[in-house]
């Protein structure tokens, strides 16, 4: 009974193992080219639509952030939707939770790429030169961000805590 019960356990840790690496295969983000590309724009300062945004402190990775933005990039993917709202009604704030961060605050920029597969750098770029998207990359409460690329749907959140 207990060689069963070993062999089931070892089982289990191996499924789980393998299930861990392949969630970690499904971001395509460097996270380096991305976190470079978003401090580089906060340290310069830049204008978001008519409001100029003065330099501002660097944000770090937060793995709860790119767990969410990963999951939110996956199922607008597999469910043919570009949104900041779910079709099944879950908000940003639900995914934000559901990953464990907790806020006192977020931003949430989406991206999708059809027929191409823009870098990291491209990304950040196209969200600096839209307004609403540039105003959360600029806003200084931000201090972490996570960013996702699955099949070309991207989702970069932006928190504090």
Request: charged share 20%.
């Amino acid at each position: 009974m207990r060689k069963y019960f070993g062999l089931a356990l070892l089982f289990l840790i191996i499924s789980c193992q393998k299930n861990k690496e392949e969630v970690k295969t499904k971001n395509l983000v460097n996270k380096d080219e991305v976190l470079a590309a978003v401090n580089k724009i906060r340290k310069a300062g830049c204008k978001c639509g008519e409001v100029t945004y003065a330099p501002t402190g660097q944000v770090t990775w937060n793995q709860n952030l790119e767990d969410a933005a990963l999951y939110h990039s996956e199922d607008m993917s597999q469910n043919n939707y570009f949104a900041h709202v779910a079709p099944n009604g879950e908000t940003p704030a639900d995914r934000v939770t559901k990953f464990g961060y907790q806020y006192l605050g977020f931003g949430e920029n989406l991206y999708a790429a059809f027929g191409f597969s823009p870098t990291a750098t491209e990304v950040v770029e196209n969200w600096k030169n839209s307004q609403t998207h540039c105003t959360n990359l600029m806003n200084p409460k931000f201090k972490e961000m996570g960013v996702a690329n699955f099949n070309n749907y991207w989702t970069q959140i932006l928190g504090y805590k």
